[in-house]
């Protein structure tokens, strides 16, 4: 008599269980059928609002089990080792092919995109598809990430919506300034001996002026001290800002984006310092502490951020300091419709004892731009404008600045948004925004 195998019938059973999570996104399964050499079923994506179909394919490899146990099971990751033959079959082919394990057991299947997978040389040499099983569950969930293997098949190709509309935080400020600036002529050629007889007459005398041409242009009064004693004070003329913040003039745009630059300089003190090669500004290590925390306001709650962190010789001697690490942002004024905005652009800077620059700064900084994802820049870019926003704003104990000050900017509404698993999903590490933790066998070492 005829027989179904018992091998049958897990298999069937298993492409039962990847066809109810792939109809549960509104898309649609077809099983193969009859011979074929590696392909079990197609998924065909579907707009699910509309129901229209755009020929966007991707080809299912699925693999069955009713093991208690996965290969290579560490309780986190599993293996599923592949044949050369398979390997090549999946990879040289046209259509996204993915590789689905359904695990009978737990009723759950997990996924890989085997082209982006073995795309990896070392991948491709160990012939061995590792899957994660926290991130690699196929369910629902998973929509938007088959979308995007789907969609980069091809120049042009796009996939259904998943998502209608979307906010998006720019990483720019309103500007305000004072509405006076002041000129006069002074005895003083460039800024350098200007600022050196100034510091001769007070110390502390602030840096929102510039020279020029003999001329110096600033937001203080001109005919107060110590400024009187620098420039021809009876010959000052005061004006509005608007003349120089709304001009044409190329020289008195530069001139006024000089001006803004001295003030963003003098706000952001005492807490911050400036490094004059790369432009950063930058936290400073505390005086009596290794290490510094920064409360702020972030996008729902307060939260605190470790600003400045002492990394230790993990190898060598743990208690013996590396360098430190510095949140900074670097900044750029600009001028869109009319309105002055300036762009903040989160980084760090690395000093070696706390307080002058390391030497390995530059091999740092690019360490950690490789595996920085959005919603890390993104966390470092809210508290920046925490700190803009409220920084020497008026209270019982400090004064107002007053001649630069921040606002937020309103959030850019769009149409047509990409869901977060679309970004997250070409991120190396979506999990971890803070990248509170050692690097290239480094640890930080808490000594506060």
């Known amino acids: 008599m ?16 990847i066809e109810g999570v792939v109809l549960s996104m509104g898309f649609m399964f077809y099983p193969t059928g009859g011979v074929e050499a590696g392909i079990d079923g197609f998924i065909e994506l579907r707009d699910t609002d509309t129901g229209e179909v755009g020929n966007l394919l991707l080809q299912v490899q699925g693999k069955a089990t009713e093991r208690e ?56 040499k160990s012939r061995k598809v590792v899957f994660d099983k926290a991130k690699d569950e196929f369910t629902r969930a998973s929509k938007a990430a088959l979308v995007s293997v789907a969609a980069a098949v091809r120049p042009g190709a796009s996939g259904p919506s998943v998502r209608k509309s979307e906010q998006l935080l720019s990483n720019l400020l309103g500007v305000n300034f004072a509405s006076k600036l002041y000129w006069a002529p002074t005895p003083q050629s460039n800024d350098k001996t200007f600022g050196t007889a100034l510091r001769e007459l007070e110390k502390n005398a602030g840096s929102e002026w510039i020279v020029r041409s003999k001329s110096v242009l600033s937001f203080h009064p001109l005919d107060e001290w110590p400024w009187n004693k620098l420039c021809e004070w009876e010959a000052m003329e005061e004006f509005d800002v608007e003349e120089w913040s709304n001009s044409d003039d190329e020289d008195r745009q530069r001139d006024f984006v000089a001006l803004l630059n001295r003030a963003i300089g003098e706000f952001v003190r005492p807490q911050l310092y400036h490094d004059r090669d790369s432009g950063v500004f930058y936290f400073r290590k505390p005086r009596e502490r290794d290490n510094l925390n920064f409360a702020y306001r972030s996008l729902q709650n307060t939260t605190t951020r470790r600003v400045v962190g002492r990394y230790g010789k993990k ?53 950690i731009k490789e595996i920085e994802n959005n919603a890390a820049v993104m966390g470092q870019f809210v508290m920046w404008r925490d700190f803009l926003l409220t920084h020497r704003t008026e209270d019982l104990l400090t004064q107002r600045y007053p001649f630069l000050s921040f606002s937020a900017t309103d959030l850019l509404e769009l149409d047509i ?26 640890t930080v070492e808490d000594v506060s």
């Open 2 to 17: 005829k027989k179904i195998g018992r091998s049958d019938i897990i298999g069937q059973r298993g492409m039962s269980l």
């Open 69 to 124: 146990r996965l290969q290579g099971d560490t309780g986190d990751t599993f293996e599923f080792p592949c044949s050369d033959a398979d390997i090549a079959y999946w990879t040289q082919g046209t259509a996204p092919v993915l590789l689905i394990v359904a695990s009978l057991n737990e009723g759950k299947a997990y996924w890989k995109s085997i082209k982006e997978w073995f795309a990896d040389p070392e991948r491709m």
């Open 315 to 367: 190898k060598i001697d743990p208690t013996r300091a590396a360098y430190w690490r510095h949140s900074g942002f670097m900044h750029r004024f600009v001028k869109m419709a009319g309105k002055w905005l300036v762009e903040i652009t989160p980084t760090y800077h690395f000093t070696h004892n706390g307080e002058d620059a390391d030497a390995f700064a530059g091999e740092r900084l690019k360490k």
């Open 417 to 442: 948004g990409v869901p977060d698993e679309l970004w997250k999903s070409q991120e190396s590490d979506p999990s971890s925004p803070l990248f509170e933790y050692a690097l290239s066998g480094e």
